[in-house]
């Protein structure tokens, strides 16, 4: 009898165990939701309507302008970040254009620049719609330009004793433009003013001299020079190639 007994517990701690272990089991997942497509174990899936009062983003490669069609707002990540420009809205109409970056950085990008002295360099950078200027290249981050006929210098002609081109006449990369013309000043290593920079909009050749006070040295270059800053909004399309 006593042998029965001990059979019959074994066999209700055995199911009694059992019972707890799937308790304890978490349910495998029978649906999974990803985006708007509704996954069913098995390997089936079926895509739900989004509603029209609810945005939606697409994924591509390349730039979606002239290319993708999409409703007003919206949007559209280059999966290549395209000459920067990682994220797109579609800002107007309801074909394939209107569409402008959202979030883009081209980095910055040297520019062709004359009158240089040395390794100086102009570079140029846009995030978003903002463009923004670095010079630099000599000892301590100074910016300096050839003496006054010296090779690469090239006159301006409003003053030609005094100005020179940094960037010549309409040779602002399309895509960083200004719609305005804009001024500022340039001064030595010691904070004293040389002078101004003068960018030309689009009404004015898109390009940059500077202005100096006195005339030009013929006769020694200038290497100390510091450049306020330079920095607008510019209300041109993304760039279709970076300088």
């Not at 305005?180 to 689009?202: A, C, F, K």
Request: net charge neutral; proline share 5%.
């Amino acid at each position: 009898m006593a042998h029965q007994y001990s059979n019959n517990f074994d066999e209700l701690a055995y199911v009694v165990g059992k019972d707890i272990k799937a308790l304890n089991q978490k349910p495998e997942p029978r649906l999974t939701l990803t985006g708007n497509t509704l996954g069913i174990a098995g390997g089936n899936n079926v895509t739900l309507p989004i509603p029209d009062n609810v945005g939606h983003e697409i994924r591509g490669a390349g730039s979606p302008e002239g290319r993708i069609v999409a409703e007003i707002g919206t949007t559209y990540v280059d999966v290549n970040a395209t000459n920067g420009a990682l994220k797109w809205i579609k800002e107007s109409g309801n074909g394939n254009t209107g569409w402008r970056v959202l979030i883009g950085d081209t980095g910055w990008k040297t520019l062709n620049i004359t009158s240089k002295l040395g390794n100086s360099f102009v570079k140029i950078r846009r995030v978003n719609n903002l463009v923004t200027y670095q010079f630099g290249g000599l000892q301590w981050g100074w910016f300096g330009i050839v003496r006054r006929d010296g090779q690469g210098y090239i006159v301006q002609v409003s003053d030609r004793e005094r100005n020179c081109m940094i960037m010549d006449y309409n040779t602002i990369p399309v895509g960083f433009r200004s719609s305005y013309s804009l001024i500022g000043n340039i001064y030595n290593d010691n904070g004293i003013i040389y002078g101004s920079w003068y960018l030309g909009g689009n009404a004015d050749q898109n390009h940059l001299r500077f202005q100096f006070l006195n005339p030009v040295p013929t006769d020694r270059d200038i290497g100390d020079i510091r450049v306020s800053a330079i920095s607008y909004i510019t209300d041109e399309p993304w760039p279709a190639t970076l300088p």
